[in-house]
């Protein structure tokens, strides 16, 4: 199986401020398509995950442009540019490159 | 919109069985691999499951293998999951999530199943 590392494991903000998390794989990620099998995920209190970024780089129709992820192989960055009040929640990076797919622990970002 | 509803979750004793539905609305699940994915309270996601678009082919974690079961009905765009011998640390929320290459989405609100006497 695929291992997903994150960290930090929790993160406080200050809003308007940037913020970046990292994701790590024990595999390469990268798919035939040339593109690495890498997403990012925000869960907000009491909700179901909601997908922010896709195949490492591309963001999800509706994500604000502050959110941008980049990275191929095994290493992988979710960067926000300025952090708002509403992206407080948990942040998990996914592997979908093969089953089983695997998740990073998540990180906790709050405000500070 | 596309969209994922799940129901069937709730209480049940050690070793009895529930069997949670995913409707989807808005895409057909014939055309696509659909997945459970489970959390249990205040921890993160685990993947549970998987089935192939023509419903040819289906994979389990080994948590849950040989006492779940995936499957679907693509006449009433349903998705569902036997799961039989439930045991405490079944105790999660499920989430349904439809598959494309890399990535889960959409996800369904999830249905909560709490396994305790």
């Known amino acids: 199986d695929i291992v997903m590392t994150q960290s930090p494991l929790s993160l406080p903000v200050t809003p308007g401020e940037p913020a970046s998390i990292s994701c790590r794989s024990s595999q390469s990620l990268l798919h035939t398509n040339g593109y690495s099998c890498l997403a990012w995920y925000l869960q907000k209190p009491g909700q179901s995950p909601q997908l922010l970024i896709y195949?490492?780089?591309n963001r999800a129709s509706g994500v604000p442009d502050r959110f941008s992820g980049s990275g191929s192989g095994t290493d992988f960055t979710l960067k926000i540019s300025r952090v708002e009040a509403e992206d407080v929640g948990v942040y998990y990076c996914m592997q979908g490159l093969q089953t089983p797919l695997t998740f990073g622990p998540g990180t906790k970002v709050d405000i500070k | 919109e596309v969209q994922l509803v799940e129901s069937g979750g709730g209480l049940v004793q050690p070793g009895g069985s529930l069997r949670l539905s995913c409707v989807a609305s808005g895409f057909t699940l014939s055309s696509s691999w659909m997945h459970w994915v489970r959390q249990a309270p205040g921890k993160g996601l685990v993947w549970v499951s998987r089935?192939?678009?023509?419903?040819?082919?289906?994979v389990y974690a080994d948590s849950v293998k040989g006492r779940f079961t995936i499957s679907r009905d693509d006449a009433k765009n349903t998705l569902f999951l036997q799961m039989n011998s439930l045991r405490a640390e079944d105790t999660a929320v499920y989430y349904c999530a439809r598959y494309n290459i890399g990535q889960l989405d959409p996800w369904g609100q999830g249905t909560l199943v709490t396994i305790s006497s």
């Open positions: 089935i192939s678009s023509d419903g040819s082919r289906t």
């Open positions: 195949l490492g780089s």
